[in-house]
Every structure is written in structure tokens, then in C-alpha cells.
């Protein structure tokens, strides 16, 4: 055919043609990997700091009140203020500060605080971590975000 007028062409659009996307650089496995080690080294410092500070205030009673709160059910309050405070604020965890990653929505934007809590959430389905196994983790691919390196913004 020629180039006379075809009506079952895609419609073109000066503005639409113009425009540059930016392709937006997923993190690594490693990266993440590394931003989670890092992660961890902060939840526990962190963890340190809650229980020294609450001891400063509350004294021998605040000690007593922690050794009543189960391990675990103080540790996962822990993890979910952790990253729902970083990631709810700037996009990052300080493991993501360090190494240079940071959390977007599929439209590469800041994610609204129903996806950040979501993603915290997902953390806590056993066996989540064997999901970056696959094309993405669970705690991503749920909430619908991407972890991205920060330069490519």
C-alpha cells in the first residue's frame, strides 16, 4: 500500500511521538540482597536502641514489661514500623540510602502509603523471601512496586 490514508492504522499523535520515556534501571538481586543484609544490621541496632531507651524511661518496669512481650510479636512490631516509617517517608530503607535504590509504583512515582504498608505487610508471608526465586518478590509484585536504582530517575 502506499502512503495514501489507511483507516486500520494506529492513529499518530505529534505529542505522543515526542515524548521520551525514561527507562527506569530495576535493582539487581545482588543489590538487594546487599540492601537487605544492610536492613537487617539497622532493625537490629534499631531493636537495640527501643529497648535502652525504654529502660532510660520507664526503668526496671519497662525492662519487665519488654521480657513479657514474646520475642517474636516485638520483633515483627519492629520490622513493620522500620520500614513503614523509611519507606513511607522518602522511598528508602537506609540499606537503599547506602547502596542507591529507591521504591517506586509501576509508574515510577512515589508509591502511596496503602502500597508502602502493604509491601511491610508482605514481608511477613513465610517463606517470602524464596519468592525472589522468581521475576520479583512477593512484597513488590502484590503491592505493585519496583525497587530501581536511584540514577535512573
Known sequence: MSSEYNPYSAPASAVADNVEFKRL???????RFGTLLIDYVFIWVFSFLVGIVTVLIFGPAGAATL???PPFALGIVIVLFFYTFFEGIWG???????LGTVVVN????????KQIVGRTFCRMIPF?????????????SIPNTRVVLKRSL
Open 106 to 113: 509501576a509508574k515510577g512515582e512515589k508509591p502511596s502509603l
Open 25 to 31: 534501571e530495576r535493582a539487581t538481586k545482588g543489590l
Open 128 to 140: 517470602e523471601a524464596f519468592s525472589f526465586f522468581g521475576e520479583e518478590g512477593w512484597h513488590d
Open 67 to 69: 521480657k513479657t512481650i
Open 92 to 98: 528508602r530503607t537506609p540499606g537503599k540510602f547506602i
